[in-house]
């Protein structure tokens, strides 16, 4: 007994209070911002390094739903006009909002419907699909449950059936040999739903967009609800979006 | 000499192997196991031209790779089948059967591994069934409960107790190895990152050291040791994760939270040294990205230092329990003979009392300097595999601390060269699950011919397979966790 209380002491206060307002170390990259400043007539550079084709030029822009949040075109830009802040609120609601552009300071959801705020604003369970992650993802959407992050406080959880859930979470870019699981797993969920894709490879197929073994259609299909950009989302992404969208606090 | 005799990372030319008639081929395969080697790869060294295979082995005594060639040129792919003499090629073989068609004649158990419904010798392919009065069999996956990727899992029951466990995987196939050949060097250290998530470090490490040795880049010693630091803060952490997962598999709450609790602490030293929890983004061609200076240095000392202190005092409560010993101790065993003759690596080999550490006996970066104790156990069992995590914890940090003080000075970046034309390597790391092998050939140009991973949970997925047998089925999560392998990895 001694021991365990011994031990409880250790833990001390680990819990993030300000889940808004924490502080990420000085070289995590999170929203990037892209300078009111002209390119180098014919400089490319930034989109040649791109691993994903996240970038486009002419403005600028940058897709947070390819983009792997590597360091590569702002320490290729001559003109130090990509610059990755610190910001880790990256959630978004739709395609259109994924893209960076120079006018961008900061990126939210919008608030969901009355009819979502009422039936999952206070309670949310979620059934999570793993369908070709690489384990990144599934390993930040498990530090959620930890006593560092502790997303139940928010009434947020992740069951074990489809049928006890409320919507899906899916990481990975889709492969074909996981498009049926994810088809029954979906299908399973009982009506309202929502489908929240979790990291690059599930938003755009990431770094496996031209993979042949990855089939997409269902993405196409169904109505995404939440984007959380990332490679991986740090779990502060995910919370803070969920939390925006529902406007739970 | 049949076969060709390389080191770790060591640059070799295309032309070197000798393609051998296929039954002197066998043979030659058969003798360099027969002395102790180990297969770690079955492949054609031209993915165009599957009609000239290599065996790769490992001889873990020598620190020796020997690479066999085979030539079936004359049409028929067809070869008798190592494994039952050697239980440790069976996967490669039937790996190298459902990829290019090859027929290992008396194969015992020719099975799918990355496909599903597929037909073998012109049959298709059912699970093992046992029959009887009151045996059942369960089904479970390819989604589980938990937060986890997917695999299909059959198991074979007679009341509580497994037969069998057959392990059907494949569902996280992305192509990997294909895109390795398109993909452009930016575009090939994300893939790497993203082979298996888990082992970002583990699996960049290896593609880099291949690269860099193709390229004949030498790396400064600081880069070195940087990457060797992070190897191992992803070892701690992962270890970490492991032993959090087998206390809360038994229920133990306390243990597990805490663990989880210190787990953060390592993987956001790793963000303090390069932006990303898992490491992404530290490793370049020739070097780091990031340097450690002062201020990181201190940060990750300082997160280490609590790490060191509380997890003695957590492995002591976990380890003293009655109750998690009950459950730890002689469950899921894997014995040394067998762990050895199925070809286990790394953490699960090491737990059976096997020597297999990639570090002491194929050293690569600054492992070469700066040694780091091999710790086996001999039980085999879920308590060797968690026990072995705590004590590689101790023997790591032990490392770490001596590194950062004694970190070199220097640039952390060199000049990269031009890949080699018609040139092979064999890149081993030891991630913290165990062997990780980057095989590459290169072209006329210069551009990559051929890509293999081969990551430890190739090796290790059968052993858990073997550890269920006669287990009740009650303990699989606590075993499942005790091997903690990878789907992605193996998947590819």
Not at chain 1, 214 to 221: A, N, P
Not at chain 2, 57 to 67: M, R
Request: proline share 4%.
């Amino acid at each position: 007994m001694n021991d365990a209380i011994k031990i409880r002491i250790l833990q001390g206060d680990p819990i993030i209070h300000d889940v808004k307002n924490a502080s990420l170390p000085k070289l995590f990259r999170g929203l990037p911002s892209i300078e009111d400043k002209a390119c180098f007539s014919g400089c490319n550079k930034c989109q040649e390094v791109c691993p994903t084709n996240a970038i486009k030029l002419n403005p600028v822009s940058i897709n947070l739903g390819l983009c792997v949040f590597c360091p590569l075109c702002e320490e290729t830009c001559p003109e130090k006009i990509i610059h990755f802040t610190n910001n880790y609120h990256l959630a978004v609601d739709s395609k259109e909002k994924l893209i960076v552009i120079k006018q961008t300071k900061t990126v939210s959801p919008e608030i969901a419907s009355e009819k979502i705020r009422k039936y999952f604003g206070k309670s949310l369970k979620l059934r999570q699909i793993s369908a070709g992650g690489c384990n990144g993802c599934e390993l930040e959407l498990n530090a959620l449950s930890n006593v560092n992050f502790d997303m139940g406080r928010y009434g947020i959880e992740f069951v074990a059936s489809p049928r006890h859930a409320d919507g899906v979470v899916i990481t990975g870019p889709i492969t074909q040999r996981m498009t049926k699981a994810t088809e029954i797993c979906y299908e399973a969920v009982p009506n309202p739903k929502i489908i929240i894709l979790f990291g690059a490879c599930a938003i755009s197929g990431g770094i496996f967009q031209n993979s042949k073994e990855i089939q997409r259609k269902f993405l196409e299909e169904n109505k995404i609800d939440l984007f959380i950009p990332g490679c991986p989302p740090h779990p502060l992404t995910f919370i803070n979006g969920l939390l925006d969208w529902l406007k739970n606090v | 000499m049949k076969s060709l005799e390389v080191q770790n990372n060591q640059l070799f030319d295309r032309d070197a192997t000798r393609f051998l008639e296929k039954d002197e081929f066998r043979n030659t395969v058969s003798e360099l196991m027969q002395n102790g080697s180990r297969m770690i790869a079955l492949t054609p060294v031209d993915k165009s031209d599957p009609q000239k295979i290599i065996a790769v082995l490992a001889d873990s005594n020598s620190s020796n790779i020997h690479i066999a060639g085979g030539n079936f040129s004359d049409g028929k792919l067809e070869f008798e089948s190592w494994a039952n003499e050697f239980p440790q090629t069976n996967y490669f073989e039937c790996e190298l059967s459902e990829n290019y068609g090859y027929a290992p004649v008396n194969h015992p158990w020719l099975r799918p591994v990355r496909k599903q419904n597929v037909i073998l010798r012109d049959k298709p392919y059912h699970f093992f069934k046992l029959e009887g009065e009151e045996v059942h069999e369960v089904a479970v996956g390819p989604i589980h409960a938990g937060v986890i990727e997917p695999g299909h899992f059959r198991f074979q029951c007679h009341g509580e107790l497994v037969y069998n466990l057959e392990i059907n995987l494949g569902y996280q196939h992305r192509g990997v190895e294909k895109l390795f050949l398109r993909a452009n060097p930016n575009q090939r250290i994300i893939l790497s990152e993203s082979i298996a998530g888990d082992t970002t470090i583990g699996h960049t490490f290896a593609h880099c050291n291949a690269i860099e040795s193709l390229s004949q880049t030498q790396l400064s010693l600081r880069a070195e040791v940087i990457r060797t630091i992070a190897a191992e803060i992803e070892r701690i952490a992962m270890h970490l994760s492991g032993l959090g997962g087998a206390a809360n598999d038994i229920g133990f709450a306390l243990p597990a939270s805490s663990y989880g609790r210190l787990r953060t602490l390592a993987i956001n030293s790793l963000a303090a040294i390069c932006g990303s929890r898992f490491g992404r983004g530290l490793f370049l061609y020739g070097g780091v990205r990031f340097d450690l200076n002062d201020e990181i240095k201190n940060t990750v000392t300082d997160n280490l230092k609590i790490i060191q202190n509380d997890v003695h005092q957590i492995n002591e409560y976990l380890f003293s329990s009655v109750g998690a010993l009950s459950r730890f101790e002689e469950t899921g065993i894997v014995k040394k003979d067998l762990a050895q003759s199925v070809g286990l690596v790394g953490l699960a080999a090491r737990s059976s009392g096997l020597e297999e550490d990639v570090r002491n006996q194929f050293p690569y970066g600054a492992y070469r300097y700066n040694p780091i104790s091999m710790i086996t156990l001999s039980t085999g069992d879920v308590f060797a595999r968690a026990r072995l995590r705590a004590l590689e914890i101790d023997e790591t940090l032990r490392f770490i601390f001596d590194q950062i003080e004694t970190l070199p000075q220097g640039e952390i970046k060199s000049e990269v060269g031009n890949v080699a034309a018609n040139a092979g390597v064999v890149s081993i790391v030891e991630g913290w699950r165990g062997e990780i092998v980057h095989i590459v050939f290169t072209d006329g140009n210069g551009n990559l011919l051929n890509y293999k991973i081969k990551d430890p949970s190739f090796n290790n997925w059968y052993g858990l397979s073997l550890a269920l047998r006669e287990t009740a089925i009650s303990d699989f999560p606590l075993c499942n966790k005790s091997f903690d392998l990878s789907y992605a990895g193996h998947d590819l």
